[in-house]
């Protein structure tokens, strides 16, 4: 038999929040004003940003009126005046006389005139750097990749120049220095980087490409030896033996690109 155990009631007792709420509109008190944001006063006018509390316009003409000017002249250099129209060329600051390199290709380009020497006298090492690139392209384009082999050659050959020069003149080597010798074999290389172009066009392996590339070397050896004997002083006395020499620096250019 199921005994029956007495259960005390449970009561809820209310409580009072711990919490304040606000008061029901009208009841006791009225609520916060909204916001209202601030209107501009009748300076705004003169100052369109109500926050700041100074005058721009009056801060800008002390500044100007006190504070000297940061360029008293036209753009130049120091303010003193100059101006870009009168600045040099480009090129020419950097030392590279364009119509000076024209005008030493032209009197190479001619196969049966003579070279003036003159021209060649004021040495430079761009028109050289300029033909040397060429004939490197037109090798790249004929599948040879020969950039470095070229720019070590000349530097080889003109070394072997000037040493060959100054073994014969025997220290007598009148207006020509390294630097000259450097930029006329380079100049002299135009009709290597002629028969470069030239050579894609030919059959390979046959008599007439041999044939062109041996026109193309007497005409750089003829010009070479022209140059070298007129910028030294006893360059005529053995022009034969120079003559080999470019001979033999050009015949190698030949065969690069021949082979």
């Given at each position: 038999?199921?005994?029956?155990?007495?259960?005390?009631?449970?009561?809820?007792?209310?409580?009072?929040?711990?919490?304040?709420?606000?008061?029901?509109?009208?009841?006791?008190?009225?609520?916060?004003?909204?916001?209202?944001?601030?209107?501009?006063?009748?300076?705004?006018?003169?100052?369109p940003l109500p926050f700041m509390s100074f005058d721009i316009s009056a801060a800008a003409a002390s500044s100007s009126s006190s504070a000297p000017p940061?360029?008293?002249?036209?753009i130049g250099v120091g303010g003193s005046g100059a101006s870009f129209e009168d600045e040099p060329p480009l090129l020419e600051e950097l030392g590279i006389n364009t119509r000076q390199i024209w005008r030493k290709t032209i009197s190479i380009l001619h196969p049966l005139r003579s070279a003036d020497p003159s021209l060649h006298a004021d040495a430079d090492l761009s028109g050289p750097f300029l033909f040397l690139l060429s004939f490197g392209?037109?090798?790249?384009?004929?599948?040879?990749?020969?950039?470095?082999?070229?720019?070590?050659?000349?530097t080889v050959a003109s070394l072997f120049l000037y040493f060959v020069?100054?073994?014969?003149?025997?220290?007598?080597?009148?207006?020509?220095?390294?630097?000259?010798?450097?930029?006329?074999?380079?100049?002299?290389?135009?009709?290597?980087?002629?028969?470069?172009?030239?050579?894609?066009?030919?059959?390979?392996?046959?008599g007439l490409i041999f044939g062109?590339?041996?026109?193309?070397?007497?005409?750089?050896?003829?010009?070479?030896t022209r140059l070298l004997a007129e910028l030294a002083s006893s360059g005529d006395e053995h022009r034969s033996l120079i003559a080999y020499a470019c001979w033999l620096v050009y015949m190698l250019f030949s065969l690069l690109v021949i082979f």
């Amino acid at each position: 038999m199921a005994k029956e155990f007495p259960v005390p009631p449970v009561v809820f007792t209310p409580s009072t929040p711990t919490h304040r709420r606000h008061p029901a509109p009208g009841v006791g008190a009225s609520l916060p004003p909204a916001f209202a944001p601030p209107r501009p006063s009748t300076s705004s006018a003169a100052n369109p940003l109500p926050f700041m509390s100074f005058d721009i316009s009056a801060a800008a003409a002390s500044s100007s009126s006190s504070a000297p000017p940061l360029f008293a002249g036209p753009i130049g250099v120091g303010g003193s005046g100059a101006s870009f129209e009168d600045e040099p060329p480009l090129l020419e600051e950097l030392g590279i006389n364009t119509r000076q390199i024209w005008r030493k290709t032209i009197s190479i380009l001619h196969p049966l005139r003579s070279a003036d020497p003159s021209l060649h006298a004021d040495a430079d090492l761009s028109g050289p750097f300029l033909f040397l690139l060429s004939f490197g392209l037109f090798q790249l384009l004929a599948g040879k990749f020969h950039f470095g082999i070229v720019l070590g050659w000349v530097t080889v050959a003109s070394l072997f120049l000037y040493f060959v020069f100054s073994m014969l003149s025997g220290g007598r080597r009148g207006d020509l220095d390294l630097y000259r010798c450097v930029s006329l074999v380079g100049y002299c290389m135009l009709p290597m980087v002629i028969f470069s172009a030239v050579s894609l066009f030919l059959p390979r392996g046959g008599g007439l490409i041999f044939g062109v590339g041996m026109a193309f070397v007497l005409w750089s050896t003829r010009v070479c030896t022209r140059l070298l004997a007129e910028l030294a002083s006893s360059g005529d006395e053995h022009r034969s033996l120079i003559a080999y020499a470019c001979w033999l620096v050009y015949m190698l250019f030949s065969l690069l690109v021949i082979f």
